[in-house]
């Protein structure tokens, strides 16, 4: 049979599908979606496991996990680290940090730190969510100059049959309902979250004053006792 070389292929797919699975000749486009959705089940199935060994108590559930993974996978998959770090730092705050062991400067600093985590993690938190239900989503698509819906494939050489590239995908309407669904979802969970943030970040005090001198301490009692003549 006769040989065909220098095989190049490429795949348009519409922008409005949803893709779900992509395969074709090895020098080509690869999806690498569901390998970093594996690892982020995985470690939403391991990160109650090391909250209960560090005797960390969080509003969060092993399904709680697994949802906001699933949420952020195709948004920003780094999201999900910065709100798992927000829980973990917060229980810590909540059941180990005592102001009044502290010295004042630190405690107060460590305050201000978890402020500006909790308004990066809020942040990345609400932007996943418009971006989600907006845009398309992210499946990772790599090789060969390929992106989200142009996927490039080469084939040095055949012997009988073409390489078949095989795609599958859904409409974008799907995805836009299942991002609709993980929104209310973290919606109704905010109020929750909220209560607890509150809990943690307040316990013993949320900040430490400035002590009174004792020489503005004598004067306000010197003042009264004037006023009091």
Do not use: C
């Not at 500006?116 to 971006?131: C, K, R």
């Not at 989503?137 to 490039?152: A, D, I, W």
């Amino acid at each position: 049979p006769g040989k065909t070389v220098n095989i190049n292929i490429e795949y348009h797919m519409l922008q409005d599908r949803w893709l779900l699975y992509l395969n074709g000749p090895s020098l080509g486009a690869a999806m690498l979606y569901w390998g970093v959705l594996l690892v982020i089940l995985i470690a939403a199935l391991l990160l109650p496991m090391l909250a209960h060994k560090l005797r960390l108590s969080m509003p969060v559930t092993t399904l709680g996990w697994i949802l906001l993974g699933l949420g952020f996978s195709t948004v920003n998959s780094y999201g999900v680290l910065i709100i798992a770090l927000f829980f973990f730092v917060l229980a810590f705050r909540k059941q180990y940090i005592e102001p009044a062991a502290m010295l004042r400067w630190k405690f107060n600093f460590l305050q201000l730190m978890l402020l500006l985590l909790t308004f990066v993690s809020v942040t990345s938190l609400l932007a996943a969510i418009p971006v989600g239900l907006l845009s398309a989503p992210e499946m990772q698509v790599v090789g060969n100059g390929s992106y989200s819906h142009l996927f490039k494939f080469f084939q040095d050489k055949v012997s009988g049959q073409l390489p078949v590239v095989t795609v599958y995908s859904l409409p974008i309407w799907f995805y836009r309902v299942v991002m609709l669904a993980w929104s209310l979802w973290v919606a109704t969970r905010l109020i929750t979250w909220g209560k607890w943030w509150f809990a943690a970040y307040s316990r013993h005090g949320a900040w430490i004053a400035k002590p009174v001198k004792a020489e503005n301490k004598q004067k306000v009692h010197i003042e009264l006792e004037s006023d009091a003549k």
